[in-house]
């Protein structure tokens, strides 16, 4: 699954630079592709969280799931700062292709890994209808509670600025550079 979406999401991010030897680079093609690699992104995080607990031991747990949270929002501020960084040296389009090539490695790592099965745990197949009922459940509990609407309004703020920050450098392209972003 984690290496279904890591290549998914290096393909979308390809298609920038291709918009871009086309001729065809817009602001918009940088927001459907973002939109969609947040899409596609989903299901990685309940990937890993799940992933977790075969790879640790319970007595461990806590403390992995504590450093994997702090890395995880750790590493995503310093990335953005060397983006924005490597946007100014190498510009957006040459990053979307690092981007892509970072897609790749993951997968390639992802794909090397192999998860020692745990005693007391049973492989199960996907249950496509029992995850929409749950997927359902949860929304419900979301919508109905004030917690949960704040959540889903920060959300989507969160996603509102992702969008913004993905569109910077479109935006800047067009109104004078690099420099201008």
Known sequence: MLTLVEITQGVLVLAVPIAAVFG?????????????????????????????PLVVSDDDLIGANSAFSVVTKTFGAIA?????????????VTLYLIDAATFALSALVFTSLSVPPRSGIEERAL???????????????LTSSTAGQMLIASR??????????AALPAFANTTGGSEVY
């Open 156 to 165: 989507f703020a969160n996603f509102l600025a992702g969008v913004t920050l």
């Open 24 to 52: 065809h680079l817009t602001v918009s093609v940088v927001l459907a592709v973002m939109v969609l690699l947040s899409l596609g992104g989903l299901p990685a995080l309940p990937a890993q969280n799940a992933t977790l």
């Open 80 to 92: 953005r700062g060397v983006a924005g960084a490597l946007i100014a040296l190498v510009g957006s």
């Open 127 to 141: 249950d496509l209808t029992g995850y929409v009922s749950d997927l359902r459940s949860g929304i419900d509990v």
